[in-house]
């Protein structure tokens, strides 16, 4: 009886969940609803593995090396889990969507594996493998958005947080794993959304970032992604508003027009060209044209003059030429992105481009075109940032600069980063900065009098 009690109460300790979480925005703001979900039901987060009852990896399949990286990632714990005797890991996100059971069966120290619907049922999975069985949902919802459910942050800094609107992807771009991780596309209701950015406005939060693969498409009943925009603006002038991401081919004028109308709606547009040429855009399935998008970029420059705009590439596409990757290069220089997250194409199992391409551009010229990218982004960064000397922005102090603590850093509405001496300000306020000097990735400023 009383060995069976001390087993009990050893049970009923192991609640302790160590969360690690890999790939885009959206993901790390799934790794604040598992949180929540499992808050709410007995279990704890601890930042520290080394007190972990269970290890939750929020992964990513977006390219091979993604993979790669959470496979060694499992390799490593295992020297934990022997030496620990109990712990449990689960696999959880894009990798595990794609995978599913395959993924138990490889990794044989993996006890669960959770898709990215699933996570309302991980109370109930981590208590079913305690006595060592093992367990995989990866089911998909057509209607899952969590929107009942509020975030409990990890790592937050207490000023900016992310909020996500809708999951899901159908746009089935010919390189990318997400409609097959993520499901069929379905809006979060406006309600809850605004109710979630009114909450963290309360809580002193001064900036909230909607979240989409493709928020150009949100809607739901009368309200479409302009209206959300307006609505979340209005919860205070003081809580900045940014989103990401948008699609091209359905970036409006009203949205646009929403994000002029609005002082705290940040001037700062993500917009993934992928490739500047025609015949690469059209075997990608991205539907639109480089005169599509450059006519887009025309309409933000147009109606939002001092807006930032940054984008993600790709480099080494199925049958890409040499023609195709100048027409790339020629797109950066006509659009001159103030950043760019540039990749080498990474072909993934079940996509458009895995049944029907060839993986045919060998990986030393698909590097050396990245290459060449990566430079002249650069230039074109350092460029625009040089513009940038001799202005005055407002800028929301974030913390401490990595360099030194004697300086703050924070982000202006275009989301580029002012590093600038600390005078006598807090993080989580709004200060006048002077743009004084720059690097390609950074500017450094001096706090306007006044402040
Ligand atoms: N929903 C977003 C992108 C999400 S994935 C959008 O449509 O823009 C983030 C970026 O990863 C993509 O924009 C693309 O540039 C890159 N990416 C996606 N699949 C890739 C692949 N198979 N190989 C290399 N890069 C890829
Ligand atoms: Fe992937 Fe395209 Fe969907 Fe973006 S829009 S997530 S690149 S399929
Ligand atoms: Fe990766 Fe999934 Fe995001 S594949 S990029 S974590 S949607």
Redesign the pocket.
């Known amino acids: 009886m009383q060995r069976e009690t001390s087993k009990k109460s050893m049970e009923s300790k192991r609640n302790k969940v160590y969360i690690e979480t890999y790939g885009?925005q959206m993901n790390f703001a799934d790794s604040e609803i598992i949180n929540a979900i499992l808050g709410k039901n007995g279990y704890v987060r601890t930042p520290e593995l080394a007190d972990a009852d269970y290890v939750l990896i929020n992964t990513c399949a977006?390219?091979?090396n993604a993979e790669q990286r959470i496979r060694r990632r499992l390799k490593d714990l295992r020297v934990e889990q022997r030496r620990r005797g109990w712990l449990k890991i689960g696999v959880l996100g894009c990798m595990a969507e794609r995978l599913k059971r395959q993924l138990i069966e490889e990794e044989d120290n993996v006890s669960f594996v959770v898709g990215p619907d699933a996570y309302r049922r991980l109370p109930e999975i981590l208590h079913s493998i305690e006595n060592g069985s093992k367990q995989a949902d990866t089911e998909l919802s057509t209607t899952e958005t969590y929107s009942d459910i509020e975030p409990v942050r990890i790592d937050g800094n207490g000023i900016s947080a992310y909020i996500s609107i809708m999951r899901g992807?159908q746009?089935y771009?010919a390189?990318?794993?997400?409609p097959y991780t993520r499901g069929r596309e379905r809006s979060r209701d406006p309600e809850s959304i605004v109710r979630e950015a009114r909450n963290l406005c309360d809580e002193g939060y001064k900036e909230v970032t909607l979240l989409?693969?493709?928020v150009n498409s949100y809607r739901f009943g009368e309200v479409g992604f302009p209206q959300l925009m307006a609505k979340v603006a209005e919860v205070s002038p003081q809580l900045r508003v940014r989103f990401?991401?948008?699609?091209p081919k359905d970036l409006s004028d009203e949205l646009l027009e929403t994000m002029a109308a609005y002082p705290n709606i940040c001037h700062c547009i993500?917009?993934?060209v992928?490739s500047g040429s025609e015949r690469i855009l059209k075997l990608m399935n991205r539907r639109y044209t480089p005169e599509w998008y450059l006519n887009r970029i025309d309409a933000i420059r147009r109606i939002l003059p001092d807006c930032s705009i940054t984008t993600?590439?790709?480099a080494g596409?199925c049958t890409e030429t040499e023609e195709d990757h100048q027409a790339t290069l020629e797109m950066f220089r006509k659009v001159r992105y103030d950043y760019a997250?540039?990749?080498?194409?990474?072909?993934?199992p079940d996509?458009y481009?895995a049944h029907h391409l060839s993986d045919d551009i060998p990986e030393d010229m698909k590097r050396r075109r990245l290459e060449e990218i990566i430079a002249l982004q650069g230039e074109i960064a350092l460029e625009n940032n040089q513009k940038e000397i001799g202005k005055e922005y407002e800028v929301l102090v974030e913390g401490e600069s990595h360099r030194s603590k004697q300086q703050l850093f924070g982000r202006n509405s275009q989301n580029k980063v002012i590093v600038f001496d600390r005078g006598d300000v807090q993080p989580g306020t709004y200060v006048k900065v002077k743009v004084t000097d720059c690097t390609a990735a950074t500017l450094k400023g001096v706090l306007s009098s006044g402040c």
């Open positions: 885009c977006i390219r091979d992807c746009n771009c390189y990318c794993v997400v989409g693969q493709n990401a991401t948008s699609h993500h917009l993934p992928q993600d590439v790709i596409f997250y540039m990749f080498m194409f990474s072909m993934r996509t481009a």
